[in-house]
């Protein structure tokens, strides 16, 4: 798989974590060191809240849902993995290549980035499907995209997948047909990074550089803001189950945090060296983040960090079922 390479040339005249990137080219292409410096503030080594970490992935009482996540466990690249919510359980879904995997809302399939041929020794970063269980796997659209196709998130009617696509344009994957067209606001083309949308499929979020932008679905209706905090650039903003919150991560060229918007509140939820993604549980009380090669999960005010990764394994990108 040739993601980094395709990721490291998108990226080339970019600022790494301005542009969402910096996690993959780490990733895929420098390995677990330069993973660790990336992902982190080198001024604070050790993971988000180290002293009240619980090291064992142990958390009293049940807790709903699954997660998928990217991993290297077979020493040759990111396969798609899933887990229960406490950290047993773990199965490996695919055997060729992938990162970023979403679950669709009714938690049957998975989409996730991955490198598709379309020529001699030419590749693009496109989006491709399977089912929960890792079976029946095709690409998204039936031709290849011309750009790369980052990011996917699901309808909450499994109609459409929203996708990041290179340069900085934002597009609608039609699941039945594979047609991809970009995201219209009054008409006008969208331009943004990590889109998704909001449980009851009318609005749709997404990164406007150092805000959160927030529209109605249809493309009707005016463009909202939440600036972000200071100096960070906005990645991954997700609206939580109940449709009142959304959590995101603040990046600079530094250090990476997540954070919780709600009523025009910015509330810190972790700090120093958290990845760049997070996800909410479905009851909405419990949220999956990586830090330094590990997925962590905490309750959805930042207490009881648990640790749900083997200390020997490099898992990445938790996504919660819905």
């Not at 796997?137 to 997948?161: C, E, F, K, M, Q």
């Not at 696509?165 to 597009?171: E, I, R, T, V």
């Not at 995201?183 to 998704?196: A, C, E, T």
């Not at 120093?272 to 090669?293: L, N």
Request: a neutral charge; hydrophobic letters at 35%; one cysteine or more.
């Amino acid at each position: 798989m040739n993601i980094s390479r395709h990721i490291g040339t998108l990226v080339a005249n970019r600022r790494h974590r301005q542009e969402g990137f910096s996690r993959y080219l780490t990733l895929f292409g420098a390995g677990l060191l330069a993973m660790t410096a990336a992902c982190g503030d080198t001024d604070s080594p050790q993971a988000p809240g180290e002293e009240s970490v619980t090291e064992l992935a142990v958390t009293p009482g049940p807790l709903p849902g699954r997660i998928a996540f990217s991993s290297i466990r077979n020493g040759v690249g990111h396969d798609i993995y899933v887990m229960n919510a406490d950290g047993s359980g773990v199965i490996r879904l695919t055997t060729s290549r992938g990162v970023a995997p979403a679950w669709s809302y009714d938690n049957k399939k998975i989409a996730y980035m991955a490198d598709r041929p379309v020529g001699p020794n030419k590749v693009v970063v496109d989006i491709f499907v399977i089912d929960a269980n890792g079976a029946n796997g095709h690409w998204a659209s039936p031709t290849p995209s011309p750009v790369n196709l980052i990011h996917p998130t699901w309808s909450p009617d499994g109609s459409r997948i929203l996708v990041w696509a290179q340069p900085n344009n934002l597009m609608s994957l039609d699941v039945a047909t594979g047609a991809l067209t970009p995201l219209k606001l009054g008409g006008q083309d969208v331009k943004g990074r990590f889109p998704s949308f909001d449980p009851t499929g009318q609005k749709i979020v997404f990164s406007a550089g150092s805000s959160l932008a927030v529209m109605n679905a249809d493309g009707t209706g005016t463009l909202s803001t939440i600036p972000g905090p200071s100096g960070a650039t906005v990645e991954h903003p997700r609206f939580s189950p109940d449709g009142q919150k959304i959590l995101f991560t603040a990046a600079t060229s530094r250090h990476t945090a997540l954070y919780v918007a709600s009523q025009g509140t910015l509330t810190l939820l972790a700090d120093h060296g958290v990845g760049h993604r997070a996800s909410w549980a479905p009851d909405g009380k419990h949220i999956a983040f990586e830090s330094k090669g590990k997925i962590y999960q905490m309750n959805a005010d930042g207490t009881r960090r648990t640790r749900l990764s083997a200390p020997e394994v490099l898992d990445e990108e938790p996504a919660y079922t819905h």
